[in-house]
Each structure stands twice: as structure tokens, then as C-alpha cells.
């Protein structure tokens, strides 16, 4: 397989990529990128490791062999805690796969250099929450309060397009003692990017909300440069994103399709 023309693929639960997908389109211009939402198994979050593992494994095979993928993104961050370790031994160094993490190194340096009071608040999925690879990243920033809070119901809500007003409600009711006691958001879910004004509205203009997607984006082009398979030039600009999703549904396709920009 011809990898160093390949493409750039991307997978995760559902939609919740796509933020990422988005400033990587506009980070790489030059790439062409295949994007795998696995709906049918949504939401990640209350899966085992071993099922997260295998699903993980099973999209891989398909965006590599049947898609000739160069370099994977794991763009999901319940995903990249379980799976990430085993996807690397499988398919590194000939395959680049790239994880998502919390955005938790910029948010303590805001927190820092503008001497902000109240804690960091970390939203995430509860396999993400209780996690090792999430509790070894904190421990990096020992010094700063990160206060961890699993969502075990607002990706699900993502996925199924919620009415803005039950996103609300749901999340009034589990972060309003919150309220007025933090100094930012970090976003732990990457379906949660597509409810950030949600979030701000709760706790107000004040608060600075983080995620990891430019992190993410630029931490691939590194990846693809360091081992030579960055793009030059791309034959065709009308073909640069294919979607697939594993319930196969056009309502579902039309969706993620609408969101990466490809309609």
C-alpha cells in the first residue's frame, strides 16, 4: 500500500470529531481525510476498556486497509484513554496515531499568568473521569485544583440532537454549585465542543472555556512532517473529506456531513 500518498483518517463515538476534523482541514490544506463516526456503538463513555479497545482496533483496520490511511487521529477522548497504548503497538512507527487529551496544560497557564481565583473544571465522559491516562496528566499540574466531573448522559444528548433547552437543563442541574467558584473550563469530550456556548451561558463570559482540538491538529501535522508524509500539493479540493458512519444512516450521514462542511 502506497501510505505516503495516503489519507488522514479520523474516527470517533459519533460527531464529536468533527470539531477536530474542522481546524485540521484548515491546519493541512493539502490532505485528503476519511472521517469514521461509530453511532451504533455511542455513547463510549460507559463502554469496558476491552470493548473500547476492540471497536477501536476493528476502525483502524478500516481506515488503513480499506481506505489507505497514512495517520490515524483517535479523535475522541474516551477512545484515546483506553485505546491508545494498544494502537500505537499495533500499527506504529509505519502508521502515525495521533490521541486527543483534555487541554489542561493551557488552561494552568492562563490560570497562572493572569493569577485567576477558583479552580479548573474538567468535564469528560466517565470512563475518561476515572481513568489512568487522564489522572496521570493532572498529576503533571499537581499545584493548580483541577476538579474532575463526569458526564455520564451529555454525549448521548449530542449525538441524538438534543433541543438546546434540555442540553441546558441537564447541565444547570449538575454544575450550577459551579457556579462563581471557577476560573475555566476544560473540555474532556470532543462532543461537547458543539455545546460551548451551552456551557458559557451557565457560567457566563468570564469563565475561558478550553479544548484540545487545535492541540490535537497541530500535534499531527508535527507527526506527518517528522516522518515525511506531508502533502505538497492535492489533485482534487472537491474531494477532501469522505464520511462514514457505522448505523449507516442518511439523517446521521447528512449530519456529519453538514458539520465537517462537506454540504
Not at 459519533?14 to 485540521?24: C, D, E, N, Y
Amino acid at each position: 500500500m502506497d501510505f505516503k500518498n495516503g489519507n488522514i483518517g479520523f474516527f470517533d463515538s459519533g460527531i464529536g470529531g468533527i470539531s477536530i476534523l474542522g481546524k485540521t482541514m484548515k491546519l493541512l490544506e493539502n490532505e485528503v481525510f476519511i472521517y469514521f463516526g461509530d453511532s451504533r456503538n455511542s455513547p463510549y463513555g460507559s463502554k469496558s476498556e476491552s470493548e473500547l479497545i476492540n471497536l477501536s482496533i476493528n476502525i483502524c483496520n478500516f481506515l488503513i486497509f480499506e481506505n489507505n490511511c497514512k495517520a490515524i487521529v483517535v479523535a475522541c477522548n474516551t477512545a484515546s484513554s483506553a485505546a491508545i497504548r494498544f494502537l500505537r503497538e499495533r500499527y506504529e512507527p509505519k502508521i502515525p496515531i495521533i490521541g486527543v487529551e483534555p487541554a489542561i496544560k493551557p488552561a494552568v497557564e492562563f490560570v497562572n499568568s493572569n493569577n485567576k481565583k477558583g479552580y479548573i473544571l474538567l468535564l469528560a465522559t466517565p470512563f475518561t473521569v476515572n481513568g489512568d491516562k487522564l489522572r496521570c496528566l493532572i498529576n503533571k499540574y499537581s499545584k493548580n485544583t483541577i476538579e474532575c466531573f463526569a458526564l455520564d448522559y451529555l454525549a448521548y444528548m449530542i449525538e441524538h440532537n438534543e433541543s438546546e433547552q434540555s442540553i441546558y437543563d441537564y447541565l444547570y442541574e449538575r454544575l450550577h454549585k459551579y457556579i462563581n467558584n471557577v476560573s475555566c473550563i476544560v473540555l474532556g469530550c470532543t462532543h461537547y465542543y458543539f455545546v460551548k456556548n451551552i456551557i458559557k451561558d451557565i457560567f457566563g463570559e468570564g469563565v475561558r472555556i478550553f479544548d484540545g482540538s487545535l492541540g490535537t491538529a497541530m500535534e499531527l501535522r508535527r507527526r506527518l512532517i517528522e516522518n515525511n508524509l506531508i502533502n505538497k500539493t492535492i489533485d482534487n479540493l472537491n474531494t477532501r473529506v469522505q464520511i462514514y458512519n457505522s448505523l449507516d444512516n442518511e439523517k446521521v450521514l447528512r449530519c456529519h456531513k453538514i458539520l465537517s462542511g462537506v454540504i
